[in-house]
C-alpha cells in the first residue's frame, strides 16, 4: 500500500469518524432537550402546588384571597398586605411558567391548562385591579399576553 493509498484510508476513516460523532451528539442533543423540558415542567408544577399548599394550609389567607379577588380595594391594609404577597408570588410563578412556554421548554399543553387558571384570577374584579396597581413589576412580553390576550377572553 503506497503513502497516497494511506492518505486515503485514513480520510475515509476520518470521515466516517466525523458522521458517526455528529450522530452521536444529535443524540445527546435530543435526550438534553427532553430533560430540559421535563425539568422545566416538573419546575412549573411545583411552583403551582407550592402556591396552592399556601393557600390550602391557611383558612385565613385563603378567605383573604378569595375577597381580594373579588374586591381588591375592601381589603384591610394587614390583609392586603398578605393578598399582595400571595398574588404576586402566584404571578411569578405564571411568568415563569410564561417565558418556559415561550422558549420551547413548556408544552402548549401543559401551558393551556395553567393559562386558563390565570386568565380566571386576571379577569376577577380583585385580579384585574391588582394587575393595573403592579402589572409594571413584570416582564414587558408578558404584560402585554396578559393586557392584550387573556384580560380579553371570557372566563369559562
Known amino acids: ?57 391557611d383558612a385565613d389567607l385563603a378567605q383573604i384571597t378569595a375577597g381580594g379577588l373579588q374586591d381588591y380595594a375592601s381589603l384591610s391594609d394587614t390583609e392586603r398586605a398578605r393578598f399582595v404577597a400571595t398574588f404576586m408570588a402566584f404571578l411569578s410563578c405564571s411568568q415563569d411558567a410564561f417565558i418556559k412556554w415561550r422558549e420551547g421548554a413548556l408544552s402548549r399543553e401543559l401551558w393551556s391548562g395553567w393559562e386558563q387558571v390565570m ?8 385580579g384585574r385591579s391588582f394587575w393595573d396597581q403592579r402589572g409594571y413589576l413584570f416582564g414587558d412580553e408578558f404584560r402585554r399576553y396578559v393586557e392584550e390576550d387573556l384580560m380579553k377572553r371570557e372566563a369559562h
Open 1 to 57: 500500500m503506497t503513502i497516497q493509498e494511506l492518505g486515503s484510508l485514513g480520510e475515509l476513516i476520518g470521515a466516517i469518524a466525523t458522521v458517526a460523532t455528529l450522530i452521536y451528539l444529535a443524540v445527546q442533543i435530543r435526550t438534553n432537550t427532553q430533560a430540559v423540558r421535563s425539568s422545566a415542567t416538573q419546575s412549573v408544577h411545583e411552583a403551582f402546588a407550592t402556591w396552592y399548599r399556601m393557600l390550602a394550609a
Open 119 to 126: 386568565m380566571n384570577l386576571f379577569i376577577a374584579p380583585g
